[in-house]
């Protein structure tokens, strides 16, 4: 029972399991509930999460509001609005800011509050996580409980680590080096929700870790391949058709998902990712 929930205390985090204060991740994630039910529900969204910002758009719009995509923001404003790269400015009393804290302070340059910005940048922003999307010919078949369509595909699937796979995992991705095997969480949103892909493909969605943000040697450019195949590997040790149920996959390490999605990295990153995200305030609630 420890070995199957140890996953939860440290997902998406760059902390081992042995770490104090861990437990305040497995809180998190099963504080919440879902449509009035028991505590830790999680689902999916219909046509995927990207319709959520749909969604969004469009009561900002129905409330009255101006949309505006593709303009970088160059500072934030405070009672004023914000300045765009061109020099153009967006009037607004109040800016809410999706960017993350480190590009939210940057933004808001001699504004922001110097105790709220030391504490801002003494937060470790360093991933330890691969994200692998995978289009699948069928669902997994789990060796231990057979069946392309079964009610576990429906859940939130983990593939355990031993306590001490936990241990040194961690520490190898500490040094900058690939472990010999990932815990990996996966979602088949498929299962649910059969429109986000072709009739009769499925996706597969991997969450996993651990993986070094920065290698001792080499780069995500020379290790995508492997780390992408470490957490397939990982996988298919407890499936009868896993790699051959794959028609394609992804391989996403930490440095590609801060550029994809304009996340801060580790300290060395930062100046980089400030530039990158400049535009996220006023963008990432509009339609593309």
């Known amino acids: 029972m420890q070995i199957a929930y140890m996953g939860q205390g440290v997902v998406g985090t760059f902390a081992s399991p042995y770490d104090p204060g861990t437990a305040s991740i497995y809180f998190h994630h099963y504080c919440g509930r879902l449509d009035g039910g028991e505590p830790g529900g999680w689902g999916y969204v219909t046509g995927g999460m990207g319709t959520v910002s749909f969604l969004i758009h469009d009561a900002a719009i129905e409330a009255g509001a101006v949309v505006a995509a593709g303009v970088p923001v160059s500072r934030i404003l405070p009672g004023e609005g914000v300045e765009l790269a061109g020099g153009d400015r967006i009037q607004a009393p109040v800016v809410v800011s999706n960017a993350d804290p480190i590009v939210t302070s940057r933004l808001l340059g001699d504004s922001a509050d110097a105790g709220w910005r ?158 990158r995200t400049c535009g996220a305030i006023v963008s990432n609630t509009a339609r593309r």
């Open 118 to 275: 030391r504490r801002v940048e003494a937060v470790p922003m360093r991933s330890c996580t691969v994200k692998v999307n995978a289009a699948l010919a069928e669902l997994p078949n789990f060796k231990a409980r057979p069946g392309t369509r079964m009610p576990h595909h429906l859940a939130t699937i983990n593939t355990p680590l031993t306590k001490a796979e936990w241990k040194e995992c961690y520490a190898d991705a500490v040094a900058g080096r690939l472990p010999k095997r990932l815990w990996t969480e996966i979602y088949l949103q498929t299962a649910y929700d059969p429109s986000v892909a072709p009739a009769g493909r499925h996706i597969m969605s991997v969450f996993s870790q651990y993986v070094p943000h920065t290698f001792a040697q080499g780069d995500w450019d020379t290790h995508r391949a492997a780390a992408g195949k470490l957490v397939i590997d990982s996988i298919g040790r407890f499936c009868s058709n896993i790699p051959d149920a794959i028609l394609d996959m992804e391989t996403l390490g930490p440095p590609d998902v801060e550029a994809k999605v304009g996340l801060t990295g580790d300290t060395s990153s930062r100046a980089s990712a400030c530039r």
